[in-house]
Each structure stands twice: as C-alpha cells, then as structure tokens.
C-alpha cells in the first residue's frame, strides 16, 4: 500500500544522504590530511630556512674574522715596509 511505498521511498532517501554524507566526510578527511602534509613542509622547509641563515651567519662572522687578520698582517707589513725605508 501507499504508507509502505512512502516507507520505502524515504529510506531510500535517508540511505542516499547517508552515502552522500559519507562521501562528503571522506573528502573533508582527505583535504585535512593533505593540509597537514603542507603544514608539515612549511614546517621543514622554515627549519631549513633557518639553519641555513644560520650558517650564512657563522660564514660572515668567519669571513669578518679573517678579513680582520689580512688587515692587521696588511698594517704590520706596512710598518715594516716603512721601518725598512
């Protein structure tokens, strides 16, 4: 009859927005997994960023270092240079 048909039809409807839904959840799921993944290597890629200032840092503080010493040797040649005269 009628009430069993209209039963029918509206289960059918529920379990289509069920698998609809579910389909959306497994989406949703999909992008949060993915966007942890980007977040995860924005997060590596920063560290790196930073180890590599740092070792741009520790290279400059080396060469402001040597370049010092050439300019010390440069004045004492120099003084000698003079002395010598």
């Known amino acids: ?22 389909g959306t959840a ?15 290597s924005s997060a590596t890629a920063a560290e790196q960023t930073s180890v590599n200032v740092q070792t741009v840092a520790s290279a400059t503080e080396q060469m402001t270092g040597t370049l010092q010493d050439i300019s010390r040797q440069v004045a004492q040649s120099s003084t000698v240079a003079n002395a010598a005269v």
């Open 26 to 40: 497994q989406a949703m799921a999909a992008v949060a997994d993915q966007s942890q993944q980007q977040a995860a």
């Open 1 to 22: 009859g009628g009430f069993e048909a209209q039963t029918v039809e509206v289960l059918g409807r529920v379990t289509s927005a069920s698998t609809q839904l579910e």
